[in-house]
């Protein structure tokens, strides 16, 4: 069992002590509805503590799995080690196919060694376990890799319960870009304005946020680092720069500019430096672009039809290929890890959805949300999620939509409206 330490070499971790302090625009509140296809049934015990830890681990651990819908939290009113031994026939009885045993204890510096063990109950064998060492303020983060483990060990995908999401948030006339644990957690501000902020946007080292403020009365594209805190301005040219979207190689981005009259996509160098490079000439608005998960194409909104639609063309430039088809309004691209699904905005009946496409295989188009008031999907780095912002009851919140619509995820403010949301990449 490798022993590693959770707040070291990754870019996402210690955010308390690398944002600006202070509220994040207030608590935030996750209601889950719905169940997967298939619930693994799981029991997480209690860790074996001196009780000096400030979070509660598997309490963290449970929350995770069972938010997901993927899992059925089997209760185990029972205190397990990772290294204790497993009652299997009681396990049986109470109708556990797994079992998550752990420890936690405070070193001599104050950080916490955290251990841990998946054991099959039916074939009665380990999984595997791990063992991390984290600071007071990292516990919540170890929790959520330690679901992580139990997900991908038990569904032989990767979770998302160690990632991030960004967002704007608002609350009377200030702007907030947060970013927060992906269940609403932990929510800090990078940057405040009484300015509007739109358009956040991963880096693929999830080391850099690239966004949209009218901090100075027009739209300008700035490159944020997460780690120092400082900015740069990366485009900002005559008319309106907006819609940053990073290429998987995170050396360019592509942006919509009017320099050279409507808005047209461009390719330009996320160090700010350089000359823009345009990649499509029409007689429309072409805005919204987003690269493919190989790098070797983009996807925008585009209006050279007659009505909004989502293109692909080469990274290279040449000839776009339409491809949404569903309704008369298409717009809002956004591509899965893998590359096999997109995620896009469309209007049915006057009203405005979230729907996805299957890129791999026949090319159906399925409405994911159901609100009628969506925009800015978003994908979670494993492809199995998007989150979308909505509207309910006069109130800006998120939402995120296993893609199967089966479950379905609320997260909203206590106050004021959140929207623009953005799922980080895995940590590297």
Do not use: C
């Amino acid at each position: 069992m490798a022993q590693r330490s959770v707040g070291i070499g990754i870019g996402l971790i210690a955010l308390s002590a690398l944002l600006l302090p202070g509220s994040g625009g207030a608590q935030m509140r996750l209601d889950v509805s719905g169940v997967g296809a298939a619930q693994y049934p799981v029991a997480i015990a209690n860790f074996v503590s001196d009780g000096r830890a400030g979070t509660d681990v598997a309490a963290v651990v449970r929350a995770d799995l069972a938010r997901s819908g993927s899992f059925r939290i089997v209760d185990l009113p029972l205190t397990i080690s990772d290294t204790g031994s497993v009652d299997f026939a009681r396990l049986r009885e109470l109708g556990a196919d797994a079992v998550l045993g752990g420890s936690i204890a405070r070193l001599a510096d104050g950080r916490y060694d955290i251990r841990d063990r998946l054991t099959d109950t039916v074939r009665q064998h380990s999984l595997g376990g791990e063992a991390v060492i984290a600071s007071e303020a990292d516990l919540r983060f170890a929790a959520h890799r330690i679901a992580d483990f139990v997900y991908e060990k038990l569904t032989g995908q990767k979770g998302i319960f160690s990632t991030r999401i960004a967002y704007v948030s608002k609350q009377g006339t200030r702007y907030r870009l947060n970013i927060a644990d992906w269940d609403g957690e932990n929510v800090q501000s990078s940057l405040t304005s009484s300015e509007p902020i739109i358009s956040p946007s991963w880096s693929p080292d999830g080391t850099q946020l690239a966004y949209v403020s009218f901090e100075s009365g027009k739209p300008v594209v700035y490159v944020h680092s997460i780690a120092s805190g400082k900015r740069r301005v990366v485009a900002n040219f005559h008319g309106s720069n907006s819609a940053p979207a990073w290429s998987p190689d995170g050396r360019q981005l592509a942006v919509a500019l009017t320099r050279d009259g409507l808005s047209q996509v461009y390719l330009i160098s996320t160090d700010g430096t350089g000359t823009p490079r345009r990649l499509l000439t029409s007689s429309g608005i072409d805005t919204e672009p987003f690269f493919s998960a190989d790098g070797k194409s983009l996807y925008f909104s585009s209006d050279r039809g007659g009505s909004p639609q989502v293109y692909r063309i080469s990274a290279n430039g040449g000839d776009p290929t339409r491809v949404t088809f569903g309704s008369n309004y298409n717009s809002s691209p956004r591509v899965s890890p893998d590359g096999r699904t997109l995620a896009f905005v469309t209007r049915r009946d006057g009203r405005y959805f979230v729907a996805i496409k299957d890129l791999a295989g026949d090319g159906k188009e399925e409405v994911l949300s159901q609100g009628g008031s969506e925009e800015a999907p978003s994908f979670a780095p494993n492809g199995r999620w998007v989150m979308y912002a909505t509207k309910v009851g006069g109130r800006d919140l998120l939402m995120a939509a296993s893609i199967d619509g089966r479950v379905k995820q609320r997260l909203s403010a206590a106050a004021g409206d959140i929207r623009e949301p953005t799922w980080s990449p895995y940590a590297r």
